[in-house]
């Protein structure tokens, strides 16, 4: 039965984000650079768009990397997750002092699938950053664009279940449709908290093939609608490997064993891991 009341723009464009046929997603993360500046990994960026998006099925990055990195038969290849919140950098304590700094007009005129935006639960600046978001899902739902709520995590936060749940559930609450948080134990009962809003994993910093494996694979097996991995795999050494071994977990439900076999299979055999 069709659904009188869905929200085609929202809807059509969460169906690029996340593909329909298992409900799954691999978000390459190459953000990073709006307060970190040229992050090991993305020095070179635009070499390393072209090497990995054919493996992602969407790209979370900002409207900078979209004009200056992404070769002309690429545009509109994959989805664009564009972010539209920053003001800060690394030179400054409280990176939770952001404000909007894209317009729901420039998302739009950019293709944007979806925009994020980072919500900082319990800095000094919560309350900015929560009406940040509820500031763009206002204009974003104007015109069919999702948003996704990111659960940016200061310095002294606790990457448990406990914060990780209260600030995911204000994200959905403030209208968030998809929310990117931290893995954490006992995932599923975030999960469940903010059902039926997909979640996605965010990578972290960099750990290792195994590591990041396993930490997919936790994530899709509780609940999880996927992954937003970035330093995981633009900063390893074989980002082909890590991504393919992504993929094969998040889209295939392979294994940790087998996505290192993918992994090792990018690899010249003196690497190889076990």
Known sequence: MVNAYLDIGIQSRMNRIINPKDNRVVMLAIDHPYFQGPTTG????????????????????????????????DVGSKPIMLRVTGGN???????????????????????AAGVAVSVYIGSANQQQTIINLTEMVNHADEYGIPVLAVTAVGKNMARDLRYLALASRICQDAGAR???TYYCEEFSKLVDAVAPTPVVVAGGKYSSPPDAFQMAYNSVQAGA???????????????????????AIVHEDHTVKEALDIYNAHLPDACKLD
């Open 42 to 73: 993305l020095r070179n960026m635009s070499n390393t768009i072209t090497t990995l998006l054919p493996y992602c099925d969407c790209l979370m990055t900002t409207r900078g990397a979209v004009r200056s990195n992404i070769a002309p038969e």
């Open 89 to 111: 950098s690394v030179l400054f304590d409280e990176l939770s002092d952001e404000k909007l700094t894209v317009t729901i007009k420039e998302a739009i005129r950019m293709d």
């Open 178 to 180: 998809i929310i990117k």
């Open 225 to 247: 609608a996927g992954v937003d991995f970035g330093r995981n795999i633009f900063q390893d050494d074989n980002p082909v490997g890590m991504i393919k071994g992504i993929r």
